[in-house]
């Protein structure tokens, strides 16, 4: 059987030392065979795209990469964003997302989805069937979206920045003006401004106005969006903070030296409607008000060992911490942390339910919820234990996504609550799910199949 070429595209996230020059390698598994482990030379910088191209027999249709590095040269853990195969003969690529640490010698496997000609937006109310959200076919090829108390921002493939008002099948999208090609895009929590990240820049947008540059900080790689804030990261381990509509940031600063900045932060979320941010820093957890000053939440032992991951309810504050442990915070304002229990394993996934204090987690291939300092109790997913790859709370449902692209919800938290099926987009190819603080959600779903809606 003769060889054929194989492009295989490698995109590091924007968590801040995401990058690697540890060596890495990769092996492509399809329904004909699979490649030799193969070595991805050079170094991966954060928030780069780099493409190689290989001849490997022909693998058929793709199923997942094997990828993994060696844990050589200095910090070698490696933030993956996604992997892109492109079978160079029939044209056909298959997305393999990650966005996940890759911080030892393991082997992670990576379920792949072939790409279709672009995505459609559909959302679901109350109702288990989904709707098409561009029914004019505005936008093409949507690559992300998010969505705000009333609206919804998309992104395309091309960087192009949409807007509509959220639960519309009628009108079209607008497309936002004035702003470069976007790299990924943030909604705001309890306020309805979109912001975006182009080169490094920060621009932002309300449904009816055209995008504004907001200055003042560079080289920024997240957002975090809260109550009418927006706090940002730069790839230096700075926060910066504006009020939504303002156009230039103002600087994070220690509360206890307010001509220091706040430093060396690696992760930064918001909490639902309250206005303040929080952040890590080494080991140390802050939490940043609207003096734009940054205070520790607690001076104690009493806290997560190597925090690595923040999610802020309405009032309570969550972290995942290396080990898989879930810890707990009351408000902004210093106290010790609770290390919550309950769960079978390591959480390897953590998010706060939209306008609540309550956490969920993924714990050995299932959900669970918890809230304040009580255990972990099961979402009751059965059958679909083992099979999801992405979990979205909204405000009274959770949404997941299986690993055949299935869309299912259930009212939630409870014990006893049963999970639905979502119907109504072509083949159940969703790529990603997205929630607003009502009962409604949003899902990119491939386009060139006809809605059976």
Same mark, same amino acid.
């Given at each position: 059987?003769?060889?054929?070429?194989?492009?295989?595209?490698?995109? $590091?996230?924007?968590?801040?030392? /995401?990058?690697?020059?540890?060596?890495?390698?990769?092996?492509?598994?399809?329904?004909?065979?699979?490649?030799?482990?193969?070595?991805?030379?050079?170094e991966?910088?954060?928030?780069?795209?780099?493409?190689?191209?290989?001849?490997?027999?022909?693998?058929?249709?793709? #199923?997942?990469?094997?990828?993994?590095q060696?844990?050589?040269?200095?910090?070698p853990?490696?933030?993956?964003?996604?992997?892109? =195969?492109?079978?160079?003969?029939?044209?056909?690529?298959?997305?393999?997302?990650a966005?996940?640490?890759?911080?030892?010698?393991?082997t992670?496997?990576?379920v792949?989805?072939?790409?279709?000609?672009?995505?459609?937006?559909?959302?679901?109310?109350?109702?288990?069937?989904?709707?098409?959200?561009?029914?004019?076919?505005?936008?093409?090829?949507?690559?992300?979206?998010?969505?705000? $108390?009333?609206?919804?921002?998309?992104?395309t493939?091309?960087?192009a920045?949409?807007?509509? /008002?959220?639960?519309?099948?009628v009108?079209?999208?607008?497309?936002?003006s004035?702003?470069?090609?976007?790299?990924?895009v943030w909604?705001?929590?309890?306020?309805d401004?979109g912001? &975006?990240?182009?080169?490094?820049?920060?621009?932002?947008?309300a449904?009816?106005?055209?995008?504004?540059?907001? !200055?003042?900080?560079s080289?920024?790689?997240?957002?975090a969006?809260?109550?009418?804030?927006?706090f940002?990261?730069?790839?230096q381990?700075?926060?910066?903070?504006?009020l939504?509509?303002?156009?230039a940031?103002?600087?994070?600063?220690?509360?206890?030296?307010?001509?220091?900045?706040?430093?060396?932060?690696?992760?930064?979320?918001g909490?639902?409607?309250?206005g303040y941010?929080?952040?890590?820093?080494?080991?140390?957890?802050?939490f940043?008000?609207?003096?734009?000053?940054?205070?520790? !939440?607690?001076?104690?032992?009493? #806290?997560?060992?190597?925090? =690595?991951?923040?999610?802020?309810?309405?009032?309570?504050?969550y972290?995942l911490?290396?080990?898989? !442990?879930?810890?707990?915070?009351?408000?902004?304002?210093?106290?010790?942390?609770?290390?919550?229990?309950?769960?079978?394993?390591?959480?390897?996934?953590?998010?706060?339910?939209?306008?609540?204090?309550?956490?969920?987690?993924?714990?050995?291939?299932?959900?669970?919820?918890?809230?304040?300092?009580?255990?972990f &109790?099961?979402?009751?997913?059965?059958?679909?234990?083992?099979?999801?790859?992405?979990?979205w709370?909204?405000?009274?449902y959770?949404?997941?996504? $299986?690993?055949?692209?299935?869309?299912?919800?259930?009212?939630q938290?409870?014990?006893?609550?049963?999970?639905?099926?979502?119907?109504g987009?072509?083949?159940n190819t969703?790529?990603?799910?997205?929630?607003?603080?009502?009962?409604?959600?949003?899902?990119i779903?491939?386009?060139?199949?006809?809605?059976?809606?």
């Open positions: 059987m003769a060889d054929k070429r194989y492009t295989i595209t490698v995109i $590091t996230g924007t968590r801040r030392f /995401a990058d690697t020059r540890a060596k890495v390698y990769i092996t492509v598994n399809g329904t004909l065979g699979s490649s030799p482990e193969t070595q991805l030379e050079g991966f910088g954060l928030g780069s795209t780099r493409e190689f191209t290989f001849e490997f027999p022909d693998l058929g249709s793709l #199923k997942t990469v094997d990828v993994r060696d844990d050589s040269g200095t910090a853990a490696w933030f993956l964003g996604k992997i892109l =195969v492109k079978d160079n003969t029939t044209n056909a690529t298959w997305v393999f997302p966005d996940e640490w890759l911080s030892d010698t393991a992670h496997t990576l792949g989805e072939l790409m279709q000609s672009g995505g459609t937006i559909y959302y679901s109310a109350d109702q288990i069937h989904a709707l098409n959200s561009d029914p004019t076919g505005t936008v093409t090829d949507v690559s992300d979206v998010v969505v705000t $108390t009333s609206y919804v921002y998309a992104l493939l091309s960087g920045w949409f807007v509509k /008002a959220g639960a519309d099948a009108n079209p999208y607008r497309q936002i004035g702003v470069p090609k976007v790299d990924s909604g705001g929590t309890a306020s401004y912001y &975006a990240i182009s080169g490094g820049k920060v621009y932002g947008a449904a009816n106005t055209d995008g504004f540059e907001v !200055s003042d900080a080289g920024v790689i997240s957002l969006t809260t109550g009418g804030r927006t940002a990261l730069d790839s381990g700075h926060v910066y903070r504006i939504d509509g303002e156009k940031f103002h600087q994070v600063m220690l509360g206890t030296d307010p001509t220091t900045p706040l430093s060396d932060v690696t992760a930064i979320d909490n639902q409607g309250g941010g929080w952040a890590i820093a080494g080991t140390d957890i802050y940043m008000l609207d003096n734009n000053l940054a205070y520790l !939440s607690t001076t104690t032992e009493k #806290k997560p060992s190597n925090p =690595v991951f923040l999610s802020i309810g309405a009032s309570w504050a972290v911490d290396e080990d898989g !442990s879930v810890w707990s915070h009351y408000a902004a304002a210093p106290g010790d942390w609770t290390r919550l229990v309950g769960l079978p394993g390591k959480a390897t996934f953590l998010t706060s339910q939209l306008g609540t204090d309550y956490v969920w987690a993924m714990s050995e291939g299932a959900p669970y919820w918890a809230y304040y300092t009580n255990g &109790a099961s979402a009751n997913a059965g059958s679909l234990a083992g099979s999801i790859t992405q979990l709370v909204g405000a009274n959770a949404y997941v996504r $299986t690993k055949a692209g299935q869309w299912w919800r259930s009212n938290p409870s014990t006893t609550a049963q999970w639905g099926q979502i119907t987009t072509p083949r969703v790529h990603k799910i997205a929630t607003n603080w009502g009962n409604f959600a949003w899902a779903a491939d386009r060139d199949i006809a809605d059976p809606a």
